[in-house]
């Protein structure tokens, strides 16, 4: 464990999200997590009790947002009430995976913008600031009238493409035209050319046609992504760039979600590797042999010493990040 802050007035508190990503985090520090009970009355509604005083402390809370997402948002929310009522000083909540952020606008009539709900309750309860990190897009951000701190996950991802020497002939996908901000990220990093998968469905019900703008012939093609959800454009995407001339196919994303019939999807395509962070914990059923998860608790860790410190927080975006591998 890192050296310990000596009468600092920093805490760690951990929900039920994610209590192994936490430990990481609090090690990567150098503090303790803070003791608290979560638990549940008879009809399920939730129960926290602080178990030490907070008085005047600077709090983090660790809680991703993943499912069952209305129980760990509830979570978080009658957290923050709760160490606001104790007189914490500032609350920090520090979400590793937002779960809402895929509703951020309006695509069709009378749709919620539930990514905004979300940060106004969030706000609204009694947070100071957010740390997230890779929001499924950008301008969640500005949802929040509060200093939103949002970490990256590529360089990490980069960090193990660098020290397996996986950048050799390498050529950086974006599965979308929306995702090609974050693939030249990682192109900057690995020094690799990128390319584009244009997506395009000609009527409905009709399968999707995929294009690849850019060489992928005879390269090792990285696909990146923020989350891996059914893994059904993912795995599609592999197969596309397979039948261009793609010698291997890795993927690599932040958020893990894995539902539906995600695993059996990458089991079956032609991805050699699929590189993902703890942001959200996986089940042992979910941990197969195709999987390399990377922690984010040393990133996350050193984010929380800047901002206890009042330092920038930029320089982690600038430079190889040295994350832990995870042994399955």
Same mark, same amino acid.
């Given at each position: 464990m890192?050296e310990?802050?000596a009468?600092s007035?920093?805490?760690?508190?951990a929900?039920?999200?994610?209590?192994?990503?936490?430990?990481?985090?609090?090690?990567?520090v150098?503090?303790?997590?803070?003791k608290?009970?979560?638990?549940?009355?008879?009809?399920g509604e939730?129960?926290?009790n602080?178990?030490e005083?907070i008085?005047?402390?600077?709090?983090f809370i660790?809680?991703?947002?993943?499912a069952?997402?209305?129980?760990?948002?509830m979570?978080?929310?009658i957290?923050?009430?709760?160490l606001r009522r104790?007189?914490a000083?500032k609350?920090?909540?520090?979400i590793p995976y937002y779960?809402y952020a895929r509703? !951020?606008r309006k695509v069709?009539s009378?749709?919620? /913008? +539930?990514?905004?709900?979300? &940060?106004?309750?969030?706000?609204k @309860?009694?947070?100071n600031?957010?740390?997230a990190?890779?929001?499924h897009a950008?301008?969640?951000q500005?949802?929040?009238d509060?200093?939103?701190?949002?970490?990256?996950?590529?360089?990490?991802?980069a960090?193990?493409f660098l020290?397996?020497?996986?950048e050799?002939d390498a050529?950086?996908?974006?599965?979308d035209?929306g995702?090609v901000?974050?693939?030249?990220?990682l192109?900057?990093f690995?020094?690799?050319p990128?390319a584009?998968i244009?997506?395009?469905r000609?009527k409905?019900?009709?399968?999707?046609v995929m294009?690849?703008?850019?060489?992928?012939?005879?390269?090792?093609?990285?696909?990146? !992504?923020?989350m891996?959800?059914?893994?059904?454009? /993912? +795995?599609?995407?592999?197969? &596309?760039?397979?039948d261009?001339? @793609?010698?291997e196919v890795?993927?690599?994303?932040t958020?893990?979600?894995?539902s539906?019939?995600?695993?059996?999807r990458i089991?079956?395509?032609?991805?050699?590797?699929?590189?993902?962070?703890?942001?959200?914990?996986?089940?042992?059923?979910?941990q197969?042999?195709k999987l390399i998860?990377?922690?984010v608790g040393?990133?996350?860790g050193?984010?929380i010493?800047r901002?206890?410190e009042n330092?920038?927080?930029s320089p982690?975006?600038?430079n190889?990040?040295?994350?832990v591998?995870?042994?399955?």
């Amino acid at each position: 464990m890192s050296e310990q802050y000596a009468g600092s007035k920093l805490k760690i508190f951990a929900l039920n999200s994610n209590k192994p990503l936490a430990e990481r985090i609090a090690d990567a520090v150098g503090v303790p997590l803070g003791k608290t009970s979560v638990d549940r009355f008879s009809d399920g509604e939730i129960r926290i009790n602080i178990e030490e005083s907070i008085r005047g402390d600077e709090i983090f809370i660790i809680q991703s947002t993943s499912a069952p997402v209305n129980d760990n948002l509830m979570e978080l929310l009658i957290m923050i009430d709760a160490l606001r009522r104790a007189s914490a000083d500032k609350i920090n909540v520090v979400i590793p995976y937002y779960g809402y952020a895929r509703q !951020d606008r309006k695509v069709r009539s009378r749709e919620p /913008i +539930t990514a905004k709900l979300v &940060a106004d309750m969030i706000e609204k @309860a009694g947070a100071n600031r957010v740390i997230a990190l890779d929001l499924h897009a950008a301008q969640i951000q500005g949802f929040f009238d509060i200093p939103v701190d949002h970490l990256m996950g590529a360089p990490l991802l980069a960090d193990y493409f660098l020290t397996q020497g996986l950048e050799k002939d390498a050529v950086i996908v974006s599965p979308d035209h929306g995702g090609v901000t974050r693939a030249r990220k990682l192109a900057e990093f690995l020094k690799a050319p990128i390319a584009i998968i244009d997506k395009r469905r000609p009527k409905a019900n009709v399968a999707e046609v995929m294009n690849i703008i850019g060489a992928v012939d005879g390269k090792r093609c990285i696909l990146i !992504d923020d989350m891996i959800d059914t893994a059904g454009t /993912i +795995t599609l995407a592999a197969q &596309a760039l397979k039948d261009a001339g @793609a010698t291997e196919v890795y993927v690599c994303a932040t958020h893990p979600v894995f539902s539906g019939p995600a695993i059996e999807r990458i089991e079956k395509s032609p991805i050699k590797q699929m590189i993902v962070t703890d942001s959200i914990q996986l089940p042992d059923e979910k941990q197969i042999d195709k999987l390399i998860q990377i922690s984010v608790g040393p990133l996350i860790g050193a984010a929380i010493k800047r901002i206890h410190e009042n330092q920038p927080v930029s320089p982690l975006f600038k430079n190889r990040f040295h994350g832990v591998k995870i042994d399955n």
